[in-house]
């Protein structure tokens, strides 16, 4: 079984300014991780993923998010948000099998400040 | 790039009545997904198909909800009699084997 923990519904930052959105994983097996983002009305995009290999893994419009494996976390990360940022960044965790469902946590929503 | 197609965008029904919600997968894939989401609150796992056939289902799926396959692209999930609780955006994803899952931009569904 899997969950997610995403701490902080609702995280703040200006412009420029470096972004962190925390998760934290539980997983029986080895996991697959991602970020899915959703900007308002509409669907979920992928940012990135952790599947194997390396632990540092870099995605779509600057985001990148570290794989530990010590602390159960995969935190993602921008230096310098952008005012098109603004959206809700899912964390989302499944098995290493074949079709196995993806695991959701509750979501966080970025507001960037001018 | 292939992407995930759903129709419609939006609907609009009555509680009790029958909805259909379609989906295209990306055409290689071979595990197709629902999820929906309350809104306002987390994505929730529905259903996974492979080989015409129902994987796992989560215990939000029970006996009004249905997957069908009926060709060789579409994948549709019907809902037998809307509740007002069957309010949200429904997700249709597909993978390729072991792989990342493709969202599609999601049907709202609206039962009044």
């Known amino acids: 079984a899997q969950s997610v923990t995403q701490l902080g519904s609702h995280v703040s930052v200006s412009e420029g300014a470096l972004v962190l959105l925390r998760c934290n994983y539980s997983?029986?097996?080895?996991?697959?991780l991602f970020w899915y983002v959703q900007y308002p009305n509409q669907g979920l995009q992928l940012l990135l993923k952790?599947?194997?290999?390396?632990?540092l893994v870099k995605g779509i419009n600057g985001f990148e998010a570290e794989f530990k494996k010590s602390e159960t976390s995969f935190h993602l990360t921008k230096p310098s948000a952008h005012m098109s940022d603004a959206a809700e960044y899912f964390c989302?965790?499944?098995?290493?099998?074949?079709?196995?469902?993806?695991?959701f946590g509750t979501g966080t929503r970025l507001t960037i400040i001018p | 790039e292939p992407e995930v197609t759903q129709t419609p965008s939006h609907q609009v029904t009555q509680m009790g009545q029958e909805v259909i919600l379609r989906c295209v997968p990306i055409?290689?894939?071979?595990?197709f997904y629902w999820y929906r989401q309350i809104l306002g609150q987390k994505v929730e796992f529905l259903v996974s198909?492979?080989?015409?056939?129902?994987?796992?289902k989560s215990e939000i799926f029970d006996d009004q909800f249905s997957v069908e396959r009926p060709d060789g692209s579409n994948f549709t999930l019907k809902i037998r009699s809307t509740k007002l609780e069957d309010s949200a955006m429904y997700f249709c994803?597909?993978?390729?084997?072991?792989?990342?899952?493709?969202f599609g931009p999601g049907t709202r569904l609206l039962v009044l």
């Open positions: 952790y599947t194997t290999g390396a632990t």
């Open positions: 055409s290689n894939h071979l595990y």
């Open positions: 997983s029986s097996v080895p996991p697959y």
């Open positions: 198909f492979y080989n015409n056939e129902i994987s796992e």
């Open positions: 989302a965790v499944r098995g290493n099998f074949g079709n196995e469902k993806l695991t």
């Open positions: 994803a597909s993978s390729e084997a072991r792989a990342t899952q493709y």
